[in-house]
């Protein structure tokens, strides 16, 4: 019988190297925020570019701004704050996916960010994805043989029916989100960035998420996790950082900073 007692989540060994530093950084980048009538052809593109004029309905976002933290092996660290405050746009620069426009980011090992080293197909099989999944995390073909029992049984999308073998495009964003997670968490990582991955799925799944995250900080991995449940942050993390408007607001103890988060949130 499975043991129903909630997970201690502790920190599980002494903090290591940095794996992470984020060096003032600051990440700008451009959207569509008009229309495109007139943009067509290739005579006023040229001319745009022989004036050095910006694109027409073009405009920067300035979506993180002088952010500075440094990671160390066994950290696990949520990232909190409003919709729209830079914490899903840090992660992809962390993971090498979005290029500063000031300021550094340096990495040990290769960052791996849940749902993109791990990216689904739609219109495969569950099945298949695993070991498309596997082998774009890095697994070897061996690997992932060896470990897909587990991938599927941690996922848990096979209880109510053979769902591993119909196409992904079947399945619920939460089973999707599910199957991301235990795919990447098949494999140690350096750093692993996981993006509202564990509010899905039931209390036995996000109680299993959590015991798995625990034993990759053990092996000297760094886990950063975005959610928008604080409990979740609390109870995974023992470290926040709270971005507000792309700004680093607060850095420490999971429970200060979700405290002081909450607290901010209530005044407005």
């Known amino acids: 019988m499975a043991d129903s007692t909630p997970a201690v989540i502790g920190a599980p060994a002494p903090l290591g190297a940095p794996t992470v530093i984020a060096d003032d950084v600051h990440i700008v980048y451009k959207v569509n925020g008009g229309s495109s ?30 952010v500075s ?25 962390v993971a090498g996916l979005l290029p500063t426009a000031a300021g550094r980011i340096f990495t040990q090992g290769q960052p791996s960010l849940l749902g993109v080293n791990a990216a689904l197909m739609n219109d495969l099989t569950g099945e298949r994805n695993v070991t498309l999944g596997g082998l774009a995390m890095g697994m070897s073909r061996e690997e992932v043989r060896d470990r ?58 996000q109680r299993r998420s959590q015991e798995r995250i625990e034993e990759l900080r053990a092996e000297a991995g760094t886990v950063f996790l975005v959610s928008h449940s604080n409990g979740t942050i609390k109870q995974t993390c023992d470290r926040a950082i709270w971005l507000e408007s792309g700004v680093l607001r607060m850095d420490g103890p999971a429970d200060e900073v979700v405290a002081a988060y909450e607290e901010h949130t209530k005044k407005k």
Not at 43 to 63: C, D, K, W
Not at 158 to 179: H, V
């Open 37 to 66: 009538k007139g943009r067509g052809s290739a005579t006023s593109a040229l001319s745009r570019i022989a004036s050095r004029r910006a694109t027409p309905g073009i405009r920067e976002v300035h979506a993180v701004k002088g």
């Open 148 to 205: 897909y029992d587990d991938i599927v049984e941690f996922s848990g999308i096979n209880e109510k029916g053979d769902f591993i073998t119909l196409p992904m495009r079947t399945y619920s964003s939460g089973m999707g989100a599910r199957l991301r997670f235990s795919i990447a968490a098949a494999k140690s990582h350096d750093v692993l960035l996981i993006d509202e991955a564990l509010s899905t799925g039931d209390a036995r799944f």
């Open 69 to 93: 933290f440094v990671a160390r092996k066994g950290e696990a660290i949520g990232l909190i704050g409003s919709n729209g405050s830079g914490k899903s746009t840090l992660l992809k620069a």
